[in-house]
């Protein structure tokens, strides 16, 4: 397979002449810490049974590495170690996996090394200042150099290992906290410090058994990769290594940066999936969760973008709301085997995750964490990620609410800053939804990132009683249908287009006065200044209808203009659509776009407005209820008050 035009190949040659060195390393390591402090004393290696020959020995020449045979008590053994966990004198294939992975991703680490000494010049300098002839006006780009080397190093050992070990993750998560022992006086001094680190959090965390190996690596590997590229983000001389695209053609690793390169590896789901019949009423939430499958399957793993969100109509974050039992749990049901289905016939990897009440937790940072985890599992650019919050009123505090948690407000600021922060880049390949039963609870700023509103209002027609009434029976009846064509009513072309239709004018009473009031003083709303000035004046009875409630009506006007059905061809058989270029994909989807009118912009408004004004009146019903009962408590008690004076 050729290389991408703008990668070089670090030659497998050049990665395997460094698997002596970094199996010594993995054999044994003498290092004191400079930063960390030792968690525990590492445990000592179980005695084998007699007459069970154990490995052969490595006596290494490399400076600083120490073997099984003359290494002090206080060396980093990660072998011992690894093979020492369980009760077997054999190691496990999982155990064996590892060493391998770690072993491999030395010596790509020690590989990219050697080209960014030999890109930058360090290598002569290493030779001048080993001679003695290191001139001084060049000791402090040696200096630097050095550092860049090492954090060059770090980074590549700790992508590679979370790269290569990716397929033997299982559905354990472990804390590892932050990365400590990061030296920079040069490469082998810090991935010395690094391993010695690694053991310190596999006798902590990895379990005796060995349960939480993988786990533990991979989770000490993410902390690494974060820690390193905070350091290098001000270091300098690292162009060389950032200014260059590397791939290992035979593990297929990527190496951009200090950006990790993850693979995407697809999650197990146990979930009962539902079919789009199986969901009654519910029609534009449906219609737009049907749609939002397939956009989500134009995503190009090459490009790591998605066509539809250069094109403005991608929906990366949604909230669902209704009534408890109007259907958001079949939504995501249903929506999940979509993705999951198309994933499938692509060979895509695809990831669901669902961020519960249970991930709140009572230790300071923690629930943060769980929902920066939960962010970034699904966000991979590696794989197809679906992410929900359900119940989201009852995870997201409110800013300023007493009785919000802090781990409620700790979860808020984290889904706040990746739903809509500085830093966040929409590539199209995931999409998050927010569900919840009473949304007017959720924090207004929060509750505004949802770019997207699904009313998930359930059966509301006589029909639609019927349909789900005769599904939910299910086949062990012999009960007649009667008068009635079954499921014509979840046509769902027909019931979208008279479910948008509805929006012509407003559903809820206090934006119709509004809108009476615009449309009397200027008429039908039919230009972009008369549709600005109906906006204003929701502005001026709402204030929370701000700016960012333009943009996400806007961006849904846009996405009705992509209202394009992907055939189910394109689906089924990857090479009509899937399986294409970026630019080709592009290409047929811009055939297939209409332009905007004014009715989509004037129901889109309304919708979305609509939602603010039921939010803001349950939101007003809740509070005044709540004063109403503090109220009346406040009477009986002043009541019983002067009834005991006066008794």
Request: with cysteine.
């Amino acid at each position: 397979m050729s290389l991408p035009a703008d990668r070089m190949e670090l030659p497998e040659e050049e990665v395997q002449k460094h698997y002596p060195a970094a199996l010594a390393m993995l054999d044994g390591v003498d290092h004191t810490p400079r930063v960390a402090r030792p968690r525990e004393a590492p445990a000592a290696a179980p005695e084998r049974s007699p007459g069970i020959g154990g490995r052969r020995r490595f006596r290494s020449t490399t400076p600083g590495l120490v073997t099984r045979s003359t290494a002090r008590p206080e060396g980093v053994r990660l072998v011992d170690r690894i093979e020492g966990m369980g009760a077997d004198a054999l190691p496990t294939p999982q155990q064996a996996s590892v060493l391998q992975g770690l072993r491999r991703a030395l010596a790509i680490a020690l590989a990219m090394g050697e080209r960014f000494a030999e890109a930058t010049g360090l290598d002569a300098l290493k030779r001048d200042n080993l001679r003695g002839g290191l001139a001084a006006d060049r000791k402090a780009e040696f200096t630097e150099l050095l550092a860049a080397e090492a954090l060059v190093s770090l980074a590549v050992f700790a992508n590679a290992t979370a790269f290569l070990l990716a397929d033997l993750a299982g559905e354990d998560t472990v804390e590892v906290g932050e990365a400590e022992e990061v030296l920079t006086e040069n490469a082998p001094l810090a991935l010395h410090g690094v391993l010695w680190e690694l053991d310190q959090r596999l006798a902590a965390h990895g379990g005796a058994d060995g349960a939480h190996l993988v786990a533990t690596v991979l989770a000490w590997a993410e902390a690494l990769m974060a820690k390193v590229a905070l350091r290098a983000g001000t270091a300098p001389r690292t162009g060389a290594f950032t200014g260059a695209r590397w791939r290992v053609e035979a593990d297929g690793f990527d190496i951009d940066g200090f950006s990790p390169a993850r693979r995407g590896r697809s999650s197990t789901l146990t979930m009962q999936f539902k079919e789009p019949h199986e969901v009654v009423g519910n029609h534009i939430a449906k219609y737009q969760a049907m749609k939002l499958s397939k956009m989500l399957m134009a995503y190009d793993f090459e490009r790591r973008l998605n066509p539809f969100a250069e094109l403005g109509g991608f929906i990366f974050t949604f909230m669902g709301d209704g009534a408890p039992g109007t259907g958001k749990t079949t939504l995501i049901q249903m929506m999940a085997g979509l993705i999951h289905g198309y994933c499938e016939v692509a060979q895509y990897p695809f990831r669901y995750r669902n961020f519960s009440i249970d991930q709140i937790d009572s230790y300071q940072g923690k629930s943060g964490q769980n929902a920066r985890g939960f962010v970034d599992y699904v966000l991979d650019p590696a794989a197809i990620g679906f992410g929900t919050i359900d119940d989201i009123d009852q995870i997201a505090g409110k800013r300023g609410d007493r009785q919000s948690s802090a781990g409620q407000q700790e979860v808020t600021a984290v889904f706040m800053e990746a739903f809509a922060g500085a830093n966040t880049v929409v590539r199209g390949n995931c999409t998050f939804g927010m569900f919840s039963n009473y949304p007017e609870n959720v924090d207004d700023a929060l509750r505004q990132r949802a770019g997207a509103r699904f009313l998930v209002d359930g059966p509301q027609t006589r029909a639609d009683y019927i349909d789900i009434l005769h599904l939910l029976l299910g086949r062990n009846h012999a009960i007649p249908v009667g008068e009635h064509d079954l499921m014509a009513a979840q046509a769902i072309e027909k019931a979208v287009a008279r479910s948008f239709e509805q929006h012509g004018r407003p559903q809820e009473a206090g934006l119709l006065a509004v809108w009476q009031d615009v449309e009397g003083r200027l008429g039908p709303l039919d230009t972009i200044a008369k549709l600005g000035t109906y906006l204003k004046a929701i502005q001026e009875v709402d204030e929370r209808f701000t700016g960012r409630a333009i943009k996400n009506i806007t961006d849904a006007a846009k996405v009705r203009a992509l209202d394009v059905e992907l055939p189910d061809a394109w689906m089924e058989d990857p090479e009509l659509f899937l399986w294409k270029s970026y630019d080709d994909k592009m290409a047929m989807l811009r055939e297939m776009i209409r332009p905007i009118t004014v009715e989509m912009v004037v129901q889109e408004i309304n919708r979305y407005a609509d939602s603010e004004f039921r939010y803001a009146d349950k939101s007003d019903e809740v509070a005044i209820d709540a004063a109403v009962r503090d109220m009346e408590r406040m009477e009986v008690a002043k009541r019983r008050y002067l009834e005991r004076r006066g008794g």
